[in-house]
């Protein structure tokens, strides 16, 4: 098991989410979770970060901004799409400015399902994402 | 300890303790906030991991200058724990910010340059009353050389009660530790994303990280100065130190930079010269009874007859 396990550094975007998945992600750092004593840092600067959570569809304004921070992030990095509109749109995915989940843009590693996604879940996604973490990191060397 | 041993030990035992107290601050903040927190491990494994990441610049030179800014806080650290001039410390550890200053500069991005224009300010907070310090450690001790300075029998502290008081005061600045996190806060996301670190990644930030290992262990040490004559209590004193510096960053919010600089002129102006000036005050009396040869530098016997050759000349 190398450091990028044990230090995954998360940046959490909000593409159109309701609210609802962002509140459940930020729930994940409260006392009761405290993702931080598995090193998980929710840095604001893709330039810093691991992991790129992601809540709500895909629309037109969020995603140019979806794509710019993922160029941004500095590799191996992962793309983890929480709950049921990044994974596939959910119920905006007729929508006529949607594209549809996180991955009409950018590659997905992990899909969180949920409505809104349980906060155990998206610790859940996290730790699948750092196997694909090592695995990326692996493939670099 | 010769001065090589003691310098070959700050740096390899330097970051060992300073990256052991930083995952500590983590851990003691955490509790504080009724959470479990990471293991005290956490920065080496931090650091550990931005190593083997790639890294992203805006313009390639901006990791030279981080570069530098390391060697110079390690040399810094270097020649404090050498026992050199403290004024020579100083300066050097001036230049250590400014290249870290002007790294942020070189990456122009809004976020860094507004951390990094905050930098500049904190370091203007800071210096006058570091400046003081030495000037105070100077008066009780008759030297700038800090093996003399450590050496010296007297508890420094009881002399210069408000000068310590003051420098505590710089401590949260120089931490960039709440209420000063102006600079780079790690919970200011929307307004400064990470303020002068936010163009560096992969290894430019590992050495950032490395090197504010080195500068906790230097500013420790030199909190340990103002106890030097009774060794264990100096180490206790700067643990304490830094534990109340973790329970400051946790009780208070950030303050605006026009705050944090007033107040840090205050503090040096009232603690720290008024320190001073009691000091010269009650000085007065003993240092002209005494015969200056071992007490004065070669600088005032200099100028000593060079005014009296001036008198005549302004009496005529």
Known sequence: MSSFSKSPWIIHYDASSCNGCDIETLACLTPLFDVERLGVVNTGNPKHADIFLVTGAVNEQSNPVIRNIYEQMPEPKVVVAVGACASTGGIFKDCYNVSGGVDSVIPVDVYVPGCAARPEAIIDGVVQALAALEKKQKARS | ?316
């Open chain 2, 1 to 316: 300890m010769s001065i090589w041993l003691r310098i070959i030990v700050y740096l390899v035992a330097g970051p060992i303790v300073g990256g052991l107290l930083a995952g500590w601050d983590r851990r003691i903040s955490a509790r504080m906030q009724s959470r479990l927190g990471p293991p005290v491990f956490q920065p080496f494994y931090d650091v550990l991991k931005l190593w083997q990441k790639e890294n992203i610049v805006v313009r390639r030179s901006q990791n030279y200058y981080i570069l530098f800014f390391l060697l110079l806080v390690i040399f810094t650290g270097a020649l404090f724990f050498a026992g050199l001039d403290l004024l020579l410390v100083i300066f050097a550890l001036t230049l250590a910010a400014i290249f870290f200053v002007l790294g942020a500069f070189k990456a122009s991005s809004p976020y860094s340059f507004i951390g990094a224009q905050r930098e500049l300010i904190q370091m203007m907070a800071y210096e006058p009353m570091i400046l003081l310090t030495a000037i105070g450690m100077y008066m009780t001790t008759k030297s700038f050389n800090i093996q003399d300075i450590a050496s010296h029998p007297t508890l420094l502290v009881l002399v210069l009660p408000g000068i310590f008081l003051g420098f505590l005061y710089t401590l949260e600045i120089k931490f960039r530790k709440s209420p000063f996190d102006l600079s780079c806060s790690h919970h200011a996301h929307q307004e400064l994303v990470q303020g002068i670190t936010t163009e560096f990644s992969g290894r430019t930030l590992a050495m950032i990280e490395i090197a504010h290992w080195y500068e906790t262990v230097f500013l420790l040490g030199w909190v340990y100065l103002f106890f030097a004559s009774v060794p264990a209590l100096g180490v206790a004193v700067s643990l304490m130190a830094f534990l109340l510096i973790i329970l400051v960053d946790n009780v208070f919010a950030r303050l605006k930079w026009q705050t944090a600089l007033r107040s840090a002129w205050a503090v040096a102006a009232v603690f720290g010269f008024g320190n001073i000036l009691v000091l010269s005050l009650l000085r007065t009396t003993p240092s002209t009874s005494q015969p200056a040869v071992n007490v004065a530098p070669l600088a005032i016997n200099a100028v000593a007859p060079a005014t009296s050759a001036v008198e005549p000349v302004q009496k005529n």
